[in-house]
């Protein structure tokens, strides 16, 4: 008894300390020295990248929106205020509307061409064959050679009287001989084949670097299951590709709608309009720089620019969507999902 007595002594105190510090609120955490000097370190690294991002993008695009409601020759201060008219004045036109058709057959086109022909590429540099380092350069040089080189370069080949069309008659193929320029029917053919032949080692590098990163198990246990090849590639390839597929594709469209100096170079000033192969930015060129008229040029370009923000954002939204989410982690993504 006198036990069972000593026991209730001791734990009473006990449930009352305890009781006692559940009633008591818990302090406030206060902000640590280390929170600000973090924040300042990032100011610090952040803040020069910032300021070049908002002087040379975000600077020029406003400042080219003003001008854009004005009529202005590109000297002095613009006075005439017009308000929308250029923006009007740029939808009227049916060489701006052909201009934008031709960049959307350009978008379509090298999605078309340049995706699987790179696949197909990235899959035979992938294996080990004699000769692969030699191929890697030979399909990557175009990309990095100067767009004024390549430019000057086709367009010295493909003229009438060019070394194509003398190539074709010296080898008895006259009848094949076309005007590849300045026809409206081949000439966005020609187009895409520069393009395609200019741009096609960046996919097949990016194609490449995502194919290494893929386990070497998954092929081997394919093997052991009994599949072939190209089932092998459809199956593993392919799905686990999906992420620099749709990389690459955002890069590519952005290209093709902002594209401007291989068409300029090749089609001079003038003819890519007639020869059917003017985009948004030749447009902008010619009848904003050329015809001196710099207030309807920033409107042609701040309508470029518009274009392409929403193609980006909504490709971005509903394409990169899965890769963006799937690269959250913690609570950040588990508040996304």
Same mark, same amino acid.
């Given at each position: ?8 002594? *001791? ?12 009633? *008591? ?32 993008? &975000? ?45 959307? @057959?350009?978008?379509?086109? %090298? ?17 080990? &064959? ?6 890697? @350069? ?42 590849? @320029? ?7 053919? %020609? ?6 032949? =200019? ?56 290209? %093709? ?16 309009? *007639? ?32 274009? *392409? ?27 996304? =999902?």
């Amino acid at each position: 008894m006198h036990d069972t007595q000593a026991l209730q002594r *001791t734990t009473v105190p006990e449930q009352d300390a305890v009781s006692g510090a559940g009633a *008591t609120p818990a302090p406030e955490r206060r902000p640590r020295r280390t929170d600000w000097r973090k924040r300042g370190e990032i100011a610090l690294l952040a803040g020069p990248a910032l300021i070049m991002f908002l002087g040379f993008v &975000i600077l020029p695009v406003a400042m080219a929106a003003f001008y854009g409601f004005f009529k202005w020759n590109g000297f002095g201060w613009p006075t005439e205020f017009i308000g929308l008219d250029n923006y009007v004045m740029i939808w009227q036109d049916d060489t701006f509307r052909a201009a934008v058709l031709h960049n959307g @057959i350009i978008v379509v086109l %090298s999605l078309l061409l340049q995706g699987p022909i790179a696949i197909l590429f990235a899959l035979l540099m992938n294996q080990k &064959i004699r000769g692969r380092s030699i191929i890697r @350069i030979l399909i990557f040089v175009p990309y990095v050679i100067s767009e004024v080189i390549v430019g000057i370069g086709w367009s010295l080949m493909l003229q009438d009287a060019g070394a194509l069309n003398s190539l074709l008659e010296k080898w008895g193929l006259g009848e094949f001989q076309q005007s590849w @320029i300045a026809d409206p029917a081949i000439a966005m053919t %020609s187009l895409m084949i520069i393009i395609t032949w =200019k741009y096609l080692g960046f996919a097949v590098i990016l194609m490449l670097a995502g194919m290494q990163s893929i386990p070497e198990e998954l092929y081997e246990a394919a093997a052991i299951d009994g599949a072939g090849f190209w089932k092998t590639q459809w199956a593993i390839t392919v799905p686990l590709l999906g992420p620099t597929i749709r990389i690459w594709a955002f890069l590519s469209i952005i290209g %093709s709608l902002q594209l401007f100096d291989l068409v300029n170079i090749i089609w001079g000033q003038y003819i890519a309009a *007639t020869a059917g192969t003017s985009t948004m930015a030749t447009y902008m060129y010619q009848n904003g720089h050329l015809a001196g008229s710099y207030g309807f040029g920033n409107a042609v370009a701040v309508m470029l620019f518009i274009i *392409t923000l929403v193609v980006a954002l909504f490709y971005q939204r509903f394409v990169l969507r899965r890769d963006t989410e799937g690269a959250l982690t913690g609570d950040s993504g588990r508040k996304r =999902k």
